[in-house]
């Protein structure tokens, strides 16, 4: 079953404009990680942020975690036509060990 | 460092072939997994390791086997291929597995189609 489930499936904006997506999990995590995936490639790691965090930034990332509604989001600044992927976030469901457990994604597309 | 590599990156199997993806990594990380990922469904954990001789089974194990005799190899094993097997495979590498707080390296996909 999925930990994470990120809202919308889909987001469309403008070149510059910024794009907000949300994940929100199940059980109690240890940290929860935000990926890219650009079309017919493999994913890559964004930014991390433990459960004692509440607000992380990367370049133009800005990632928050509110442990009491289980949930997060992912704020991508002045976007651009290049951030035009899939974003997924993953958690760990608070087991040592065990594996990252992915979201299904919003799908991004930033139009210029 | 190639990071992880996965082989084959295209396969057409008949229903019933046996075949084995490769996934090697040259990071010397300890953990290594198998997702695969289906359009609406993202990815799901096939099977997982925290070093060699260790495995473990994910979310969605049935019909594939998976061994960690090196570090650097974790191949998955697809025993009688089945349409619902087809599918984008990924192999992702981490090298902490405490809390898992290290960030998954991934391969670039295995594309997996079964007839």
């Known amino acids: 079953s999925q930990q994470g489930e990120e809202d919308p499936q889909a987001l469309s904006i403008q070149e510059g404009e910024n794009a907000t997506m949300n994940c929100s999990y199940k059980t109690s995590i240890n940290n929860l990680q935000w990926y890219r995936q650009n079309s017919g490639r493999g994913l890559v790691h964004l930014i991390l942020?433990?459960?004692?965090?509440r607000e992380k930034h990367s370049g133009r990332l800005r990632v928050t975690l509110d442990t009491s509604k289980k949930s997060s989001s992912l704020l991508i600044t002045a976007s651009r036509a290049a951030d035009t992927a899939s974003y997924f976030c993953a958690t760990d469901a608070g087991q040592a060990g065990t594996a990252l457990i992915f979201g299904k994604g919003t799908t991004l597309s930033v139009s210029s | 460092n190639a990071g992880v590599t996965q082989t084959p990156k295209f396969q057409v199997l008949k229903t019933g072939q046996s075949m084995t993806l490769q996934c090697a990594q040259d990071m010397n990380h300890e953990y290594m997994s198998w997702y695969r990922q289906d359009p609406g469904m993202g990815l799901r954990l096939i099977h997982y390791s925290v070093g060699a001789g260790i495995t473990d089974q994910g979310e969605v194990p049935n019909g594939y086997n998976v061994s960690r005799s090196t570090t650097e190899d974790f191949p998955l094993r697809l025993l009688s291929a089945a349409p619902s097997q087809t599918s984008v495979y990924f192999c992702?590498?981490?090298?902490?597995?405490?809390?898992?707080?290290?960030?998954?390296?991934f391969g670039e996909g295995s594309r997996l189609t079964v007839l």
């Open positions: 942020i433990r459960s004692n965090e």
């Open positions: 992702a590498s981490s090298p902490r597995v405490v809390y898992n707080t290290g960030e998954l390296f």
